[in-house]
Structures are given as C-alpha cells and as structure tokens.
C-alpha cells in the first residue's frame, strides 16, 4: 500500500486550501482513512477520519472549518480546510487503518498501519 499526499502550500489566515490524498493498491473503502498533523517540536496530532462506512469524526480544533471526504472512484481522500488559521501550521499526513478500527482507537496515529509523506501547509500573514 502507498499513500501520497499532496496539495500543500502558503496560505494567508482565512484562505483555503484542499489536500488530497492518493492510495495506491485496494479501493479505500476498505479502510479507515485518517489525516494527521505534526507542528515543529510538537506530536503528531489527529486532525479527521472518515471510515470504511463513510461515518466522519474530527478534532475540536478543527471542527466547523475541516471537511474530509473521499472519491472512491478515485481512490482519493481529501481534507477541505476552510477559515485557515496560524495554528493550523504543520506537515499534513495520511493514513490508512483497516476497516474494522475500533472507533476508540481513529484518533490514535498507532492504530494506523500506511502512511504517506507529509505535506507541509504553512498559514501566515
């Protein structure tokens, strides 16, 4: 399984910006897709999942400004993130779980077996 992630960049506060996120081999349908995130210094962070199911779940942080969703089709996640802010500064990853995770364990970055690269987003005046 590989994982790619791509669509990061320079924003101002209150932009947007669309990261994508490329599976190769099984349709993600069959797994718990994550994005996580990892400021300079800090530990890496759950930012949103969508599940096998399609259910979402997100963290606080972010809730109301975040949407992630998926293009089977595509075998494609992506993390819509609006309302941007300098606190949302950080290498952006993706991760894919198996389908039957425990919900207690989404947010977990060891729950997750692959992961992509980070993609650094950058939010700043």
């Known amino acids: 399984v590989q994982l790619q992630a791509f669509g990061g960049g320079l924003v101002q506060p209150g932009d947007s910006l669309r990261l994508s996120c490329a599976k190769f081999?099984?349709?993600?349908?069959?797994?718990?897709m994550a994005w996580f995130r990892q400021a300079p210094g800090e530990e890496r962070e759950f930012v949103a999942v969508i599940r096998s199911t399609g259910d979402t779940d997100y963290a606080d942080s972010v809730k109301g400004r975040f949407a992630i969703s998926r293009d089977i089709a595509k075998n494609t996640v992506y993390l819509q993130m609006n309302k941007m802010e300098p606190e949302d500064t950080a290498d952006y990853y993706c991760?894919?779980?198996?389908?039957?995770?425990?919900?207690?364990?989404?947010?977990?970055?060891?729950?997750?077996?692959?992961w992509g690269h980070g993609t650094q987003v950058t939010v700043s005046s």
């Open positions: 081999g099984r349709t993600i349908s069959t797994n718990t």
């Open positions: 991760a894919a779980g198996n389908a039957w995770m425990d919900p207690m364990m989404v947010k977990r970055a060891g729950a997750y077996e692959y």
